[in-house]
């Protein structure tokens, strides 16, 4: 029976393992090997699969042996056909390398000949890993070695057969653990296998894939630590814990620590300081070694030459060096010479500026005398001749009213005696004015213009 568009496998997210690359290297296959939306296992793969178990993918993603997610949808061409190949296809867009935080509870485990600590690259594994996974080593019994982050994959130049993958511990302590298969339940932890029924269909089928699923601890219950730690997390954790440098005078001292009190706990606290004590212990044997070797090949002739060599060096540089300073010194000299007669001609200047500034302030005390002195005298002037105007005016008046009268008889003997009275009062009546006085605001203005006046009369 043809598959429906309702089949369950389109609403579900699975890892998946690249099996090859055909077509010209465009087109290929992969198989589903874990439902990650459920967090198990894919039990049947050749009866939910119609491809023999397999994803037709029709464009190159990732290479061979590659671990990618992906979405299964149905494909358009074959959907009213029987079982056949190419039925499945990937959702489009949904094809994605997992991140750790997707796979946080799916782990694989790799079986490998034997597990080498210090040896930090597994040669030739017959398959990839989770970005966190953990070590089946073949060697003890199959114990379980983890949790360990899979640092780099490298692959031969020539295709993509899979040479080594780097690792170090996934803890930042650089501790691993060491445990059996029968730990596993009691830590949650469950040990879940991929098995296609016909392994003969690929090379990537010819083994199992095995799946450590559940959540991982800081610690495994059953289990023993294990000391992963790279060399440069050892000295941070030496340099933390002593809080000091190492020089070589306490070499002696890091040596005893494993025998104090303390150590043991955690338990992987004795096992790291006898990893120090030994680095150390053969570090001190190395620099002596280097030191006899060295003063043996001084006295050879090979020895002696080189050293004579790198004296004549010591001494051309030495040289260089003196010539160099001799140069700045010079250099340093002229410039000093150069700021020093800047200095003096500002000073000069300065002077300069001064005395020019003392006398635009005495040109400008002097400006400001006379100023006052000509305010003065032209005050002066200007009442005198106020003083002169008035004291002429009413005779000035009394002549103009004279001029113009007409002749008139002679008085008689009372009005020469009544204007003899009046006379004696001196009573002046103004004349009326030929024109309007001008408004003027200057007295000094208003005298000029006066004085014009009374010359046209």
Same mark, same amino acid.
């Given at each position: ?6 089949d ?7 890892? $998946? ?5 055909? =077509? ?5 296959? $992969?198989?589903?090997?874990?439902? @990650?939306?459920k ?7 050749? /009866?939910? !699969? ?8 029709? *464009? ?5 042996f590659?671990?990618? /997610?992906? &979405? ?13 190949? $190419? ?15 997707? @796979? ?9 000949? *034997?597990f080498?600590?210090?040896?930090r ?11 966190? !996974?953990?070590?089946?080593?073949? *060697?003890?019994? =199959? ?11 490298? &692959?031969?130049?020539?295709?993509e057969?899979?040479?080594?993958i ?9 501790? #691993? ?7 596993? =339940? ?24 095995? !799946? ?12 023993e ?5 790279? #060399?440069?997390?050892?000295?941070? !954790? ?20 494993? *025998? ?11 096992? &790291? ?59 340093r000299?002229? @410039? ?38 000509l305010?003065?005298?032209?005050? @002066? ?75 046209r009369?």
């Amino acid at each position: 029976m043809p598959l429906k568009t309702e089949d369950p496998q389109t609403q579900e997210t699975y890892l $998946c393992v690249v099996s090859e690359w055909q =077509g010209g290297k465009n087109s290929g296959n $992969c198989y589903p090997v874990f439902v @990650l939306s459920k967090g198990r296992i894919l039990k049947e793969p050749d /009866s939910q !699969f119609p491809n023999a178990g397999a994803v037709f993918l029709p *464009s190159r993603r990732g290479k061979v042996f590659d671990l990618i /997610s992906l &979405r299964p949808v149905l494909n358009p061409t074959y959907k009213d056909q029987n079982y056949r190949d $190419c039925y499945f296809v990937p959702l489009v867009n949904s094809i994605h390398y997992p991140t750790r935080e997707e @796979l946080l509870g799916v782990h694989t485990v790799l079986a490998v000949p *034997s597990f080498d600590p210090d040896v930090r690259q597994i040669p030739h594994p017959a398959q990839l890993v989770t970005p966190v !996974f953990f070590v089946r080593d073949l *060697s003890k019994g =199959g114990r379980l070695i983890g949790p360990l982050r899979c640092v780099e994959v490298r &692959r031969s130049s020539l295709g993509e057969t899979v040479e080594w993958i780097a690792w170090r511990a996934e803890s930042d302590e650089g501790l #691993a653990w060491t445990f059996p298969e029968s730990a596993l =339940g009691s830590n949650g932890l469950k040990l879940e296998v991929y098995q296609h029924p016909r392994p003969d269909l690929n090379d990537i089928l010819a083994r199992p894939f095995e !799946f450590l699923v559940g959540k991982l601890g800081e610690g495994i219950a059953g289990g023993e630590p294990l000391d992963l730690a790279a #060399a440069e997390d050892l000295v941070r !954790f030496y340099q933390r814990v002593g809080g000091i440098a190492i020089p070589q005078e306490l070499t002696s001292a890091l040596a005893s620590i494993p *025998s104090r009190e303390g150590t043991e706990r955690p338990a992987y606290l004795r096992s &790291r300081f006898d990893r120090l004590r030994r680095l150390l212990t053969n570090a001190a044997q190395l620099e002596d070694e280097r030191r006899r070797i060295a003063g043996e090949f001084l006295k050879t002739e090979q020895g002696k030459l080189q050293v004579s060599a790198l004296i004549a060096q010591a001494k051309e540089e030495a040289r260089v060096a003196v010539r160099t300073e001799l140069n700045v010194e010079g250099e340093r000299r002229r @410039l000093q010479a150069e700021l020093d007669a800047l200095a003096a001609r500002k000073a000069a200047l300065e002077a300069e500026l001064a005395a020019e500034k003392g006398r635009r302030e005495k040109d400008l005390e002097s400006l400001e005398s006379t100023i006052s002195e000509l305010k003065g005298a032209a005050g @002066l002037e200007a009442e005198s001749l106020r003083k002169r105007v008035f004291e002429a005016l009413p005779g000035l008046v009394a002549i103009s009213a004279g001029a113009a009268a007409p002749e008139a008889r002679a008085p008689s003997s009372e009005a020469a005696e009544d204007r003899a009275q009046r006379s004696s009062g001196v009573e002046i009546r103004p004349l009326p004015a030929p024109r309007p006085f001008r408004q003027v605001e200057d007295e000094a203005l208003y005298v000029r213009w006066l004085r014009d006046e009374l010359a046209r009369t």
